[in-house]
């Protein structure tokens, strides 16, 4: 890691504790996700999770197609990447030929609900004991803003130019919640990184995903994060989080869809 | 001891004693055979077996347990091959070792169910997106179908790429005496521990990708595929060679149609005619300076296929213009007799030596 004290006069850096650093499962590597955007976050509290569950040695994560598919450049771990929509179906590759090691997607709304919706949807139906890590930031990112699955009605992206109408272009699809009817979802949950309490109930989340899938209580663990995309939704990131806070979470609202019952 | 046995369960069977430890396909005929064979019998002795939903979601298990180095493989149809192209092209990027099944049936589209060779292009040429290619087996016989299953196993392993046995419905349903061969999975287990994705080997990320942002770097992967290619084009051509010293004409056909066209060598000989075979079993690496160095010493080659060329074009790319190349193909399911290949070869025989006074 680059040193980056050097050259700087100051006689108490010696004597500072240590407060906070990059966990060591982060690799030192520039992100190439624009400022603000809630990706280098979620990556953040997912490292996190695997430093503080020892896991690192035997875990392995499947990158998607999206904003999303360098994934694999930041994490100090082995990782696939994988087709377009097809990263639940690596993972169910992996999972099953390996069954004692933690295996986890990591997807955007393109590929987890529209082009994935069938791997997705088959995936939780066989109770495959992963976690999936679902950003939905309602927009296609990598590929230029265009419409996602997710996008709310009236919102104005390059292939919605006058907003995105029912009638013509569909619902905003609420996967997580499709999803939890299904006996095969085990823990399924909704949150966002807009503020520091929300970011560590992201980091909750993440761990109960993790430990159930540690524990092997069979099923899918299930974390959506409503994200912002301040490049795609062009707004200041700021003014994109108040946007998920004051209109997004009305649509698809804040909290656990499924929670294992007790017992 | 030789049982008897239909090829999709043979290959089956032949896949579990190969070593295969996971299988995931969809259900398709005239396959259906092997996955429900391996429902039972793979679960049974140790393995992982997954029904998936799709062809697409198959192919795509088979990339990820391929990325543990495991050996994994997957069988369809035709049309499901189709739905797995884009899984292929992947795999084949990054240099995954999988052994694929494809149990051809009469196209395009839904076709028919009944037997065919029309997948051929889609096997050798790449279906799939970019500079790709797979090694491509064809059986002619239920032994074969088992015997393959070893033989790209190990090649797979060995050069880290899908391998296809590009069979058809007949071979497939087909039932004939065969045995299994002593195979010693130890001795042919190659260690992957330095690229697979099993959880950081020794303390080192691996990462399974077909992704690279710069072209110069996109470059240099596909001059290290060209590179393995020439390697296999180099060392694993396989082919058979039937009565093809004295032949005056020789016939070349792979697969089901080999078979027949042996028994009308059989029966054009017993009218004096002289006429061999040759037989590619690597379809990709395509066994073309053998077929050049024989097709010297003959008057006519007569190419037949179940589609309408397709490995034509490869013969006709190995002979050069040497030779007279001719061509006959039945389509969509049907099966040439051997009567039929013989009245065609002696058509095309008549027309060379009308050719020849004029």
């Given amino acids: 890691m680059k040193d980056f004290t050097e050259g700087i006069q100051c006689d108490y850096l010696d004597t500072m504790d240590m407060v906070w650093e990059r966990p060591p499962t982060l690799l030192d590597t520039p992100m190439h996700y624009c400022p603000g955007c809630s990706h280098s976050v979620v990556h953040r509290l997912l490292l996190e ?42 993972a169910t590759g992996i999972k099953r030929v390996l069954p004692d090691r933690i295996v986890f997607t990591y997807q955007g709304d393109g590929d987890l609900a529209a082009i994935g919706t069938a791997e997705t949807i ?57 999803i939890a009817l299904l006996p095969g979802a085990y823990y399924v949950t909704r949150q966002s990184v807009t503020s520091a309490k929300a970011v560590r109930k992201t980091k909750k989340a993440l761990q109960k995903a993790f430990t159930n899938q540690i524990e092997n209580k069979g099923g899918v663990s299930f974390v959506e994060v409503v994200s912002n995309c ?26 656990d869809i499924k929670v294992p019952e007790k017992g | 001891m030789k049982r008897l046995m239909k090829g999709n369960e043979a290959l089956a069977e032949a896949a579990i004693r190969a070593g295969i430890k996971g299988y995931f396909g969809y259900p398709i005929t005239p396959q259906s055979e092997l996955l429900e064979y391996m429902s039972v019998h793979l679960k049974n002795r140790g393995g992982v077996f997954i029904q998936a939903e799709s062809e697409l979601a198959a192919i795509n298990m088979v990339y990820g347990a391929a990325g543990c180095g495991v050996r994994v493989m997957t069988s369809t149809s035709s049309p499901g091959f189709s739905l797995m192209q884009e899984g292929i092209s992947y795999i084949a990027c990054a240099e995954l070792p ?62 880290r790429i899908p391998v296809t046995i590009l069979a058809d419905g007949a071979l497939g349903q087909m039932m004939e005496p065969i045995e299994f061969p002593e195979y ?6 190659i260690d992957h521990s330095a690229w697979a994705t099993r959880g950081r080997i020794n303390g080192k990320r691996h990462v399974i990708t077909s992704l690279y942002m710069k072209p110069e770097e996109m470059e240099e992967i596909n001059k290290g595929l060209q590179k393995k290619y020439r390697d296999i084009e180099e060392k694993e051509i396989r082919f058979e060679s039937i009565q093809t010293k004295d ?22 000989r017993e009218e ?83 050719r020849k006074k004029v």
């Fill in chain 1, 49 to 90: 999770v695997i430093q503080e569950l020892d896991i690192q040695d035997k875990t392995i994560g499947v990158a998607p197609v999206g904003c999303s598919v360098f994934a694999y450049n930041y994490m100090d771990i082995d990782m696939q990447q994988a087709a377009h929509g097809r990263a639940t179906a690596v």
């Fill in chain 1, 122 to 178: 088959h995936t939780v139906n066989r109770g495959e004991n992963i976690v999936i890590i679902f950003i939905n930031n309602g927009i296609y990112g990598m590929t230029g803003g265009q419409m996602a699955p997710t996008t709310l009605e009236g919102s104005v992206t390059s292939t919605t130019s006058e907003g995105r109408n029912i009638s013509l272009h569909g619902f905003p699809i609420k996967i997580a919640d499709m």
């Fill in chain 1, 230 to 255: 301040p490049s795609g939704w062009k707004m200041t990131p700021l003014a994109s989080n108040e946007w998920i806070d004051e209109t997004i979470i009305k649509y698809y609202p804040l909290g």
């Fill in chain 2, 98 to 159: 999988c052994l694929l099944v494809n149990v051809v049936r009469g196209g395009p589209g839904l076709g028919t169910i009944q037997p065919s060779q029309g997948d051929y292009f889609q096997a050798v040429k790449g279906g799939g997106h970019g500079d790709y290619k797979m090694i491509v087996l064809a059986p002619n016989s239920v032994q074969e179908m088992a015997d393959h299953v070893y033989l790209g196993a190990d090649l797979a392993d060995i050069y």
């Fill in chain 2, 184 to 189: 010693d999975i130890e001795k042919h287990t």
């Fill in chain 2, 247 to 268: 032949a005056d004409i020789i016939i070349v056909a792979f697969g089901l149609v080999s078979r027949i066209a042996h028994k009308t060598i059989e029966l054009a």
């Fill in chain 2, 272 to 354: 004096g005619i002289k006429v061999g075979l040759f037989r590619p079993i690597t379809l990709f690496p395509f066994p073309s300076r053998q077929l050049q160095a024989l097709s010297k010493k003959t008057d006519l080659i007569l190419t037949v296929e179940m589609n309408s060329g397709q490995m034509l074009e490869d013969v006709k790319l190995a002979v050069n213009g040497q030779t007279p190349v001719a061509f006959y193909g039945r389509m969509g399911g049907v099966i040439p007799q051997p009567e039929e290949i013989l009245k065609v070869l002696k058509e095309k025989q008549n027309q060379l030596s009308l």
